[in-house]
């Protein structure tokens, strides 16, 4: 399952992720283990991502992500600044320039930047809220069946809970 929606212009999209990774450089990375090009400021010795910077200064590690777009809605969510910059703010420079900035005050672009912003977010909590849960039962389910053997479940309650064909 893919983290983000397919940007509208592929081409864009690669062109800033490029730009991205060759402003800070190859295979770079913060002391914390960031290394997404997005997250660590360009500039910095050593270099820093903008989490670890603003932890270093006392400033919040939270921005205020505008869900559908500034423009669009001043509805906002906290969400930590490195996936904010390397996650959401990304898959908005991925919409059609003309939804996100909206210069008209389009009711119809700004239900589209709505379900856009929606869709970006589901997928960003669904990557860190739920499939680290599916990694660690598959996991557990491998470790079980090492110490108790194939169908391990079949002498404990979670029988019940055996898919039915």
């Known amino acids: 399952m893919g983290t983000q929606i397919s940007p509208e212009n592929p081409r864009a999209a690669h062109r800033r992720k490029t730009i991205a990774a060759r402003r800070i450089g190859e295979g770079n990375h913060c002391a914390c283990g960031e290394d997404r090009p997005e997250a660590l400021i360009a500039g910095s010795n050593p270099l820093v991502c903008a989490e670890c910077d603003r932890r270093r200064e006392y400033r919040t590690t939270r921005d205020d992500h505008h869900i559908a777009g500034a423009a669009n809605n001043p509805i906002t969510i906290a969400i930590r600044v490195n996936d904010h910059r390397a996650v959401l703010s990304t898959a908005q420079y991925s919409w059609p320039p003309k939804t996100l900035q909206n210069p008209d005050g389009s009711p119809l672009l700004s239900a589209g930047a709505h379900i856009r912003g929606y869709?970006?977010?589901?997928?960003?909590?669904?990557?860190?809220?739920?499939?680290?849960?599916?990694?660690?039962?598959?996991?557990?389910?491998?470790?079980?069946?090492?110490?108790?053997?194939?169908?391990?479940?079949?002498?404990?309650?979670?029988?019940?809970f055996e898919p039915r064909p």
């Not at 809220?129 to 110490?147: G, N, P, S, V």
């Open 119 to 160: 869709a970006d977010v589901m997928l960003y909590l669904m990557k860190e809220f739920l499939l680290w849960i599916a990694r660690m039962l598959e996991l557990l389910d491998t470790i079980l069946e090492q110490k108790m053997g194939r169908k391990w479940w079949r002498s404990t309650k979670l029988k019940s």
